[in-house]
């Protein structure tokens, strides 16, 4: 009983606390507040407006930032799932020379800092004519080895039967991958999909480095730019909040998978 | 050779472009920076050779120095907590109250949110005048009003709470699957013998996790030595370098001061930082996997 009693109290005071940042976000988004003169209540919801949002989308900028932020998220989501499911399948049922050679020169890439490498690319992109362009973001995320791992690892534990009663009965591999290894490998796609989503939508280094052009930026680094330069925090709220809801959406609807892939990915 | 095709189409098809991938954005850039800290990189005009000369500034950089002192520090104010945060809310949410699932995802929220997101809150939160919400909630308690970002002893820990805030969840998730595969009869033994829960928990449940630990602690180091966005986003590496962690400083001096050539001495200390953690979980994962 007491066990139950301190269980129920800390999972609400706890559950508060996380969830306040987005309420108050939310609320936030909806007052009209002066920066200079901002109470530390001011988010209870009384009066509430949509100027904040009005203000946001006056001159299409944040829209053209949302855009941005949708190319080069959707872009790299599909190619991943496409990539990592067809690679994880050769990493896992394929017999070629140098198979397990490839791979793991492919994983101990992991260990390179994301922080190094983006100095050289740098110069590379300056080269490519790359910076202030798509490119940049879209190109380099096109496959991942994360999601050829989790792939590989779920494949790995599942029977060759299928597949070799599918060769007898003269299918070729690449109509075996579509009719046979796709449909199961479902929800272990749909991980790849959802964390390739979470990193490209969220990331923040990437376009600091590459893009200069604030009718470039995706909308993580416009918000950025937004809390440096506008100071008004229910802008701030406003823009947070619209760029908060492909996010949410994904969670809602995506929340096992993320977990599963935590898992996997950690506890082999 | 049809047969060869028919079984083998997939593996020409999509490995050798992905190769290419391979070696142009990851093996070509690794091996290019490496090059670049034995030169001088300019804006306009060939790199010119230099020998180790930034590898020698970087010795004798105290700022440098500075920097992993204050990534080193982060990692104290943020390992802990981010793993007992974790373990409490696994424990909770697999005590077998209601709504679990509901709460599993109200904790994991902040994982997917962006950093730009929760540092706007966490910077309002954290406000440094009478206006701050957690002043006005110390007030309260009569403390007076803390400067908190613009203080150079306490910014890095607030910084630190907003990853212990962003990342507890995932850690709880790895908990949360730990607990779950104990096996439920060691609890009833335990029980049998009349332990209290307190001590079931200490003697029974925190040594069995100890593999979870382990990859946790493992995780949120490499995790804390690459802390950049809140930096950026709330201190700009500020008040008086107190949050100039390595990678913020890697920034400050690649791509404010166009040092290139210096910020790719400092990404392979990095690095080699990241390498050592990496290999020692290597060999320990690789001792842990002998027993199960």
């Not at chain 1, 490498?117 to 004519?129: H, V």
């Not at chain 2, 969840?169 to 595969?181: D, H, K, P, R, V």
């Given at each position: 009983?007491?066990?139950?009693?301190?269980?129920?109290?800390?999972?609400?005071?706890?559950?508060?606390?996380?969830?306040?940042?987005?309420?108050?976000m939310?609320?936030?988004?909806?007052k009209?507040?002066?920066?200079?003169?901002?109470?530390?209540?001011?988010?209870?919801?009384?009066?509430?407006?949509l100027?904040?949002?009005?203000?946001?989308?006056?001159?299409?900028?944040?829209?053209?930032w949302?855009?941005?932020?949708?190319?080069?998220?959707?872009?790299?989501?599909?190619?991943?799932?496409i990539?990592?499911a067809?690679?994880?399948?050769?990493?896992?049922k394929?017999?070629?020379?140098?198979?397990?050679?490839?791979?793991?020169?492919?994983?101990?890439?992991?260990?390179i800092?994301?922080?190094?490498?983006?100095?050289?690319?740098?110069?590379?992109?300056?080269?490519?004519?790359?910076?202030?362009?798509?490119?940049?973001?879209t190109?380099?995320?096109?496959?991942?080895?994360?999601?050829?791992?989790?792939?590989?690892?779920?494949?790995?534990n599942?029977?060759?039967?299928?597949?070799?009663?599918?060769?007898?009965?003269?299918?070729?591999?690449?109509?075996?991958?579509?009719?046979?290894?796709?449909?199961?490998?479902?929800p272990?796609?749909?991980t790849v999909?959802?964390?390739?989503?979470?990193?490209?939508?969220n990331?923040?280094?990437?376009?600091?480095?590459?893009?200069?052009?604030?009718k470039?930026?995706?909308?993580?680094?416009?918000?950025a730019?937004?809390?440096?330069?506008?100071?008004?925090?229910?802008?701030?709220?406003?823009?947070?909040?619209?760029?908060?809801?492909?996010?949410?959406?994904?969670?809602?609807?995506?929340?096992?998978?993320?977990?599963?892939?935590?898992?996997?990915?950690?506890?082999? | 050779?049809?047969?060869?095709?028919?079984?083998?189409?997939?593996?020409y098809?999509?490995?050798?472009p992905v190769?290419?991938?391979?070696?142009?954005f990851?093996?070509?850039?690794?091996?290019?920076?490496?090059?670049?800290?034995f030169?001088?990189?300019?804006?306009?005009?060939d790199?010119?050779?230099?020998?180790v000369?930034?590898?020698?500034?970087?010795?004798?950089?105290?700022?440098?120095?500075?920097a992993?002192?204050?990534?080193?520090?982060?990692?104290?104010?943020?390992?802990?907590?981010?793993?007992?945060?974790?373990?409490i809310?696994?424990?909770i949410?697999?005590?077998?109250?209601k709504?679990?699932?509901?709460?599993k995802?109200?904790?994991?929220?902040?994982?997917?949110t962006?950093?730009?997101i929760i540092?706007?809150?966490w910077g309002w939160?954290?406000?440094?005048?009478?206006?701050?919400?957690?002043?006005?909630?110390?007030?309260?308690?009569?403390?007076?009003?803390?400067?908190?970002?613009?203080?150079?002893s306490?910014?890095?820990?607030?910084?630190?709470?907003?990853?212990?805030?962003?990342?507890?969840g995932?850690?709880?998730?790895?908990?949360?699957?730990?607990?779950?595969s104990?096996?439920?009869?060691?609890?009833e033994?335990?029980?049998i013998?009349?332990?209290?829960?307190?001590k079931?928990?200490?003697?029974?449940?925190f040594?069995?996790?100890?593999?979870?630990?382990?990859?946790v602690?493992?995780?949120?180091?490499?995790?804390?030595?690459?802390i950049?966005d809140?930096?950026y986003?709330?201190?700009?590496?500020?008040?008086?370098y107190?949050t100039?962690?390595?990678?913020y400083y890697?920034?400050?001096?690649?791509f404010?001061?166009?040092?290139?050539?210096y910020?790719?001495?400092?990404?392979?200390v990095?690095?080699?930082?990241?390498?050592?953690?990496?290999?020692?979980q290597?060999?320990?994962?690789?001792?842990?996997?002998?027993?199960?």
């Amino acid at each position: 009983m007491l066990k139950k009693v301190i269980s129920y109290t800390a999972l609400f005071i706890l559950g508060f606390c996380f969830l306040l940042p987005f309420v108050i976000m939310i609320f936030g988004s909806f007052k009209d507040v002066e920066f200079a003169q901002l109470d530390p209540l001011f988010w209870i919801p009384e009066d509430p407006t949509l100027k904040n949002y009005i203000y946001i989308m006056r001159d299409g900028l944040f829209l053209r930032w949302i855009l941005n932020s949708i190319i080069v998220t959707v872009i790299p989501v599909a190619s991943q799932m496409i990539f990592c499911a067809v690679l994880g399948y050769i990493f896992a049922k394929k017999q070629f020379p140098g198979r397990e050679a490839i791979f793991w020169t492919f994983m101990a890439v992991i260990m390179i800092p994301q922080q190094l490498l983006i100095i050289p690319k740098f110069i590379m992109f300056s080269d490519f004519g790359w910076i202030n362009t798509y490119w940049a973001l879209t190109v380099p995320e096109l496959w991942g080895i994360m999601g050829v791992f989790l792939v590989r690892q779920f494949l790995q534990n599942i029977p060759n039967d299928l597949e070799e009663a599918a060769y007898i009965d003269g299918a070729n591999d690449i109509q075996i991958f579509m009719k046979v290894i796709l449909p199961l490998s479902i929800p272990v796609v749909a991980t790849v999909g959802t964390f390739s989503f979470i990193s490209n939508w969220n990331d923040l280094f990437q376009p600091l480095i590459y893009l200069t052009q604030e009718k470039m930026f995706p909308v993580t680094l416009g918000l950025a730019s937004m809390l440096g330069k506008e100071g008004n925090f229910g802008f701030e709220m406003a823009g947070s909040a619209v760029s908060f809801i492909p996010t949410f959406l994904i969670f809602l609807f995506f929340q096992r998978y993320f977990t599963e892939g935590i898992q996997m990915s950690g506890l082999k | 050779m049809k047969r060869e095709w028919n079984r083998n189409a997939i593996v020409y098809i999509f490995l050798i472009p992905v190769i290419i991938h391979f070696i142009v954005f990851q093996i070509y850039p690794f091996l290019l920076s490496f090059y670049l800290t034995f030169m001088d990189w300019k804006v306009i005009g060939d790199p010119e050779f230099v020998g180790v000369k930034h590898w020698q500034h970087f010795l004798s950089d105290k700022l440098a120095w500075k920097a992993l002192w204050n990534t080193v520090m982060f990692s104290v104010y943020y390992i802990i907590p981010t793993m007992a945060l974790g373990l409490i809310l696994a424990l909770i949410i697999n005590s077998g109250v209601k709504m679990a699932g509901f709460f599993k995802g109200v904790f994991f929220l902040p994982v997917v949110t962006s950093f730009v997101i929760i540092a706007g809150i966490w910077g309002w939160l954290f406000g440094g005048t009478e206006a701050g919400m957690i002043n006005y909630l110390i007030s309260f308690i009569g403390i007076e009003p803390q400067l908190f970002l613009a203080n150079s002893s306490q910014a890095l820990a607030v910084l630190a709470g907003l990853s212990i805030f962003k990342v507890g969840g995932s850690t709880m998730i790895y908990y949360f699957a730990g607990l779950q595969s104990i096996d439920k009869q060691l609890y009833e033994a335990a029980r049998i013998d009349g332990a209290s829960a307190i001590k079931i928990f200490w003697k029974v449940t925190f040594p069995l996790l100890k593999p979870i630990h382990f990859y946790v602690a493992i995780t949120t180091t490499i995790g804390s030595f690459q802390i950049f966005d809140s930096a950026y986003l709330l201190t700009g590496g500020g008040p008086n370098y107190a949050t100039t962690t390595i990678v913020y400083y890697l920034y400050e001096q690649g791509f404010t001061g166009l040092n290139l050539s210096y910020a790719a001495v400092l990404s392979y200390v990095l690095f080699a930082i990241i390498l050592v953690i990496s290999l020692i979980q290597r060999k320990y994962l690789g001792q842990e996997s002998k027993h199960y």
